[in-house]
Structures are given as structure tokens and as C-alpha cells.
């Protein structure tokens, strides 16, 4: 325990790269997709909002994520381990999340709404499709 292992910083680096994705990813259905769906599915404005909750549980879980990150590299083995437990319960949370928004969103986009660029943020991980 409290050991520096060559990986850590390679996992630590990952793991940045992969909550900016997510961040990035829900920012663009937030700003995007579920405003577009909304104008074609004005009934599923419950759905969104507990959609759009779940991204701002997801971000601050995130946020505690990139801190203890910043904290590892100089104390590797306690602060790896919160990131360990933090990531364990976003997995939790990402798995329902996941569960929820296939079952009730996914009919709605598979009948198709209208591109604006929203799928460009959605999709494509990165700030604003570019």
C-alpha cells in the first residue's frame, strides 16, 4: 500500500481521458440531443430531466474523480485507492443509468430526430464536434 507502481500514471492518465469523454458526452446530449429530441417527443420532458439529473450526479462523481487524480501524483497509493471506490460507484451508477435512458428514450430515437449537429457532440467526444 502507498507503493508508486510505473502503471499508476498511465491508469491515472486514462482515467482523465476517459471523464472528459464522458463530460463531453453528456454535455452534448444535454445541450443537443435532448433538446431536439423534446421538440419531436414533448412527452418525454420527465424522461430528459431525470436524464439531465443523472449527468450532473455523473459530473460531480467526475469532478471528485480529476481532484483525487491531481492529489495522486504526488501521494499514489491512498489517493489510487479513492479513485478505486469513486469509480466503483460511477460504474454503478453509469450501469442504471445506461438501463434507464435505453429503455426510455431509445424507441424515440430509433423512429429518428432531426441532426442539427447534436450527434457530432454526442458522439464524437470532443467540445463542440471539432
Not at 471523464?19 to 446530449?29: D, F, K, N, T, V
Not at 469513486?86 to 453509469?94: F, K, P, S, T, V
Amino acid at each position: 500500500m502507498g507503493q508508486h507502481r510505473p502503471e499508476d500514471g498511465v491508469l491515472v492518465t486514462h482515467c482523465l481521458a476517459f471523464c472528459a469523454a464522458l463530460a463531453s458526452h453528456h454535455r452534448g446530449e444535454d445541450t443537443g440531443m435532448f433538446a431536439e429530441l423534446l421538440r419531436e417527443r414533448p412527452d418525454l420532458a420527465k424522461t430528459v430531466a431525470n436524464l439531465v439529473e443523472d449527468h450532473e450526479m455523473i459530473a460531480s462523481i467526475l469532478a471528485r474523480v480529476v481532484e483525487l487524480a491531481d492529489r495522486a501524483t504526488g501521494s499514489h497509493g491512498p489517493a489510487l485507492e479513492a479513485i478505486d471506490r469513486e469509480l466503483d460507484g460511477l460504474a454503478a451508477i453509469m450501469e442504471s443509468h445506461f438501463n434507464y435512458e435505453e429503455r426510455a428514450i431509445s424507441e424515440a430515437l430509433d423512429a429518428g430526430i432531426p441532426d442539427t449537429g447534436w450527434s457530432d457532440r454526442v458522439f464524437r467526444f470532443r467540445e463542440g464536434g471539432h
